[in-house]
């Protein structure tokens, strides 16, 4: 596995998974609850990278925080990372692929979730979801 760059105190990182049934090929996306920004958005599951910490440990923490799932780090698969709008955010993408679909365990920052095909997403999302529809990445999965 490739070394991965620690968050440079100089730009702001956020992690996110795109959560993958094998089985179904559905997308698995949370629901921001009305306690958080963006209320009613949905997204997939992540967050910041914490100063010192690697993007892929940030993310393993993330999926337990947010939807308690405990994952291996070898399931997460890097699909890409870009820059934010400006420059100013280094947001990086995996793949986490399931065999089936199973209901999260949702923290207060989410107030619902749903098993999407990727051609059929519901409406409003959050900016990282809405950068990775618009930058392909749901069109890469059968690649990786």
């Avoid at 291996?72 to 890097?78: A, I, S």
Wanted: proline share 4%.
């Amino acid at each position: 596995m490739a070394k991965e760059r620690f968050n440079s105190p100089l730009r702001k990182a956020g992690v996110w998974a795109i959560i993958q049934c094998a089985e179904s090929g559905k997308v698995l996306l949370g629901k921001r609850s009305s306690v958080v920004n963006n209320g009613g958005a949905w997204n997939f599951f992540g967050g910041r990278v914490d100063r010192g910490e690697s993007p892929r440990a940030a993310l393993l923490r993330e999926l337990v925080e947010e939807a308690g799932l405990r994952v291996k780090e070898k399931q997460l698969v890097k699909i890409r990372q870009v820059s934010g709008e400006g420059g100013d955010r280094e947001l990086h993408y995996y793949l986490l692929r399931l065999e089936r679909e199973v209901a999260p365990r949702l923290n207060r920052e989410h107030s619902n979730f749903g098993w999407f095909k990727p051609g059929r997403l519901p409406g409003r999302f959050n900016r990282p979801t809405t950068i990775a529809i618009k930058k392909g990445l749901l069109g890469s999965l059968r690649q990786h």
